[in-house]
């Protein structure tokens, strides 16, 4: 079982609608990153999460610590925004773990 | 800024062969980190290092040697390279602010085959 869960695997939209994705973990993490990871290859850092809520233009994330989850929303979705989404947990030690990503697709 | 250099792009070795994925940093991270990414298999930490002289192993390091002898540079050896070795390679480097890291910047990517 990976120690860390993303769901959905694949996601569709039409452009607008509000998306998010779901990470859950199993143990204690000292931070939460999610990655958004585009067609090209490259990975892009979006968020860093140790508790609560933080938002960048139409992406908001949060963690619960106490759940062990945390969700990306996207507003207003955009074909622009199709691309992989990883969660990715780290532990006290440096060390991390990574979900198995979250392709969204977001057609005009 | 150049941010995170990672050399080279593409890159075919034979079975047995040995050679250095070169990363290279310029925002005077502390943290820096290996990773590989399989197909069905996501990213996989396997080295990382909290700063000059430091490294620990992470998910998967068998295969792969590091050292870090400068805050800007971080390579990743592969002393004989065997084809369960193919995959992309990324680097990436990060900053503590107090007791919390910050968001990470990774390089492009290393396209690794082993034949």
């Known amino acids: 079982k990976n120690e860390v869960e993303q769901s959905p695997q694949n996601l569709t939209a039409q452009e607008g609608e509000f998306i998010t994705i779901n990470c859950s973990y199993s143990?204690?993490?000292?931070?939460l990153h999610w990655l958004q990871q585009h067609p090209g290859g490259g990975i892009v850092s979006l968020f860093m999460?140790?508790?609560g809520k933080k938002k960048h233009g139409r992406l908001i994330a949060t963690i619960n610590i106490q759940e062990k989850h945390s969700s990306l929303h996207i507003t207003a979705s955009h074909p622009r925004d199709s691309a992989v989404y990883i969660c990715a947990v780290r532990y006290n030690n440096n060390d991390m773990r990574f979900g198995a990503g979250t392709r969204l697709t977001v057609k005009p | 800024n150049a941010g995170v250099t990672q050399t080279p792009k593409f890159q075919v070795l034979k079975t047995g062969q040995s050679m250095t994925l070169q990363c290279a940093q310029d925002m005077n991270h502390e943290y820096m980190s290996w990773y590989r990414q399989d197909p069905g298999m996501g990213l996989r930490l396997i080295h990382y290092?909290?700063?000059?002289?430091?490294?620990d192993q992470g998910e998967v390091p068998n295969g792969y040697n590091v050292s870090r002898s400068t805050t800007e540079d971080f390579p990743l050896r592969l002393l004989s390279a065997a084809p369960s070795q193919t995959s992309v390679y990324f680097c990436?480097?990060?900053?503590?602010?107090?007791?919390?890291?910050?968001?990470?910047?990774f390089g492009q990517g290393t396209r690794l085959t082993v034949v």
């Open positions: 990436a480097s990060s900053y503590s602010i107090g007791a919390s890291r910050t968001e990470a910047f």
């Open positions: 290092s909290v700063g000059a002289g430091i490294t």
């Open positions: 999460l140790s508790s």
């Open positions: 143990v204690g993490i000292s931070a």
